[in-house]
């Protein structure tokens, strides 16, 4: 039997990375997609294991090639996730999570109506603002531009079957786990 996609969403800096963590942790069956992007590597991330770090040149040949899924723009770099990540791994009865912006959960959504999606949400638009800041990693411009864009994200919300509220970690994570739990 094919496993299950999770496609979880929602804006930048709201904390997707850290809740993603926590429920593979709870629930180790699950295994995560690896998505490629065209930034550059944060400190630590590692090629293959955090994204596939690909040219623009090599981007635009896999997208001509069809090899994504799904494929978006955000915040002037490109993301998307490899068709190959996922057809293995559900082919073979795993169930995989897709870290995804909202317009690739978007083209998901189209393409496989099956897949779970959730939005993780932050609790306020300051919140977000604060936790941008803090991760240290963007300009004042890149976190005003990520803003701007959390705006229209948090306006689709209403477009998933599951909205997470990012307020205090330890219950965002009961929430994720608990809606994981009962779609598998």
Same mark, same amino acid.
């Given at each position: 039997?094919?496993?299950?996609?999770?496609?979880?969403?929602?804006?930048?800096?709201? =904390?997707? =990375?850290?809740?993603?963590?926590?429920?593979?942790?709870?629930?180790?069956?699950?295994?995560? %997609?690896?998505?490629? +992007?065209?930034?550059?590597?944060?400190?630590?991330?590692?090629?293959?294991?955090?994204?596939?770090?690909?040219?623009?040149?090599?981007?635009?040949?896999?997208?001509?090639?069809?090899?994504?899924?799904?494929? %978006?723009?955000?915040?002037?770099?490109?993301?998307?996730?490899?068709?190959?990540?996922?057809?293995?791994? +559900?082919?073979?009865?795993?169930?995989?999570?897709?870290? $995804?912006?909202? @317009? =690739?959960?978007? @083209?998901?959504?189209?393409?496989?109506?099956?897949?779970?999606?959730?939005? $993780? %949400?932050p609790p306020?638009?300051?919140?977000?603002?604060?936790?941008?800041?803090?991760?240290?990693?963007?300009?004042?411009?890149?976190?005003?531009?990520?803003? @701007?864009?959390?705006?229209?994200?948090?306006?689709?919300?209403?477009?998933?079957?599951?909205?997470?509220?990012?307020?205090?970690?330890?219950?965002?994570?009961?929430q994720l786990? @608990?809606?994981?739990?009962?779609?598998?």
């Amino acid at each position: 039997m094919p496993g299950k996609v999770f496609v979880i969403t929602g804006p930048s800096g709201v =904390g997707k =990375g850290t809740l993603i963590r926590t429920l593979l942790e709870r629930v180790p069956e699950l295994e995560l %997609a690896v998505s490629a +992007t065209t930034r550059a590597p944060r400190p630590g991330e590692e090629h293959g294991t955090h994204y596939h770090f690909l040219d623009d040149v090599e981007f635009d040949r896999r997208v001509i090639e069809g090899d994504f899924l799904e494929h %978006a723009e955000y915040s002037g770099r490109r993301y998307g996730t490899l068709r190959s990540e996922l057809d293995k791994r +559900t082919a073979e009865g795993a169930s995989v999570v897709l870290e $995804i912006e909202v @317009q =690739g959960a978007r @083209q998901v959504a189209d393409t496989m109506p099956d897949a779970i999606r959730i939005f $993780i %949400a932050p609790p306020s638009e300051e919140t977000l603002r604060t936790r941008l800041i803090g991760r240290g990693t963007d300009t004042p411009e890149q976190i005003e531009a990520r803003l @701007q864009v959390a705006k229209a994200e948090l306006a689709a919300s209403d477009e998933f079957a599951h909205v997470v509220h990012n307020d205090r970690l330890d219950d965002a994570a009961d929430q994720l786990e @608990q809606i994981v739990r009962a779609s598998a």
